[in-house]
């Protein structure tokens, strides 16, 4: 009895001698997983970290790879915001940049090129200015600097990155701030004064050098 039963098992293995062996064959070398579904979890997407360099002194910058045309291409948002006061003026800088980069050969990572538009925004308030009239007066002005962008960097992968780049932005850019300024003991008596814009550091009046190093997370 043991016997008949140890064979019926048995048959259905020797009757289809092809598909036991495809059972073993999946056993011993499962399957593997779908190459497109490893890519993308491979691939670090979104990064966020810290630049610093030139036009500005430090900023926020955060990228995000897209998982289209071959996960070469990366959107990415700089964002900067500082200000100082002395005993005459107070003033803020405003930076921010946005465009997408191109990674050349691999994807998320390693060299690319990237365009961008960016607008520098210089504001001041002036608490004593000579007036054209002999008394002091205050008054306050805005002055923003576009450029279109062109750079080449370099981001290593990982989940802890550095990069670095080099470009130029162009554009007419205004050396000149005016000024709408109020007589300090006469409010009713105003005039426009020009000054100069501070001096920035990679900034003409024909565009600016990009240049900057960072590092960040990604994940």
């Known amino acids: 009895m043991k016997k008949r039963f140890f064979l019926l098992i048995m048959i259905p293995f020797f009757g289809h001698g092809n598909s036991s062996k495809d059972i073993f064959q999946l ?14 979890n491979e691939i670090k997407r979104f990064s966020a970290g810290l630049k610093f360099g030139v036009p500005y002194m430090a900023v926020v910058s955060t990228q995000y790879t897209i998982p ?10 700089d964002y900067s915001q500082y200000s100082y006061e002395d005993y005459n003026e107070e003033a803020e800088f405003r930076f ?6 191109y990674f050349i050969k691999q994807k998320g990572k390693g060299f690319y090129l990237g365009i961008s538009n960016s607008k520098l925004s210089y504001k ?8 054209g009239n002999g008394s002091k007066g ?15 960097g370099l981001k290593t992968g990982g989940t802890f990155y550095f990069r670095i780049e080099m470009g130029y932005g162009f554009g007419n850019l205004p050396n000149t701030l005016k000024i709408k300024a109020t007589d300090n003991s006469n409010p009713s008596y105003t005039e426009y004064i020009t000054k100069e814009i501070p001096g920035i550091n ?9 240049g900057n190093i960072g590092f960040g997370i990604a994940l």
């Open 138 to 152: 205050y008054g306050n002005g805005k002055v923003n600097l576009t450029t279109s962008n062109i750079r080449l």
């Open 27 to 40: 056993i011993a070398h499962p399957p593997e997983k779908d190459s497109l579904s490893v890519e993308f």
């Open 124 to 131: 001041v308030d002036f608490m004593k200015i000579a007036l």
């Open 96 to 101: 921010s940049e946005w465009g997408i980069s």
């Open 202 to 210: 990679g900034i003409s009046e024909s565009g600016m050098l990009v």
């Open 68 to 77: 289209f045309l071959d996960n070469h291409f990366a959107p990415y948002f």
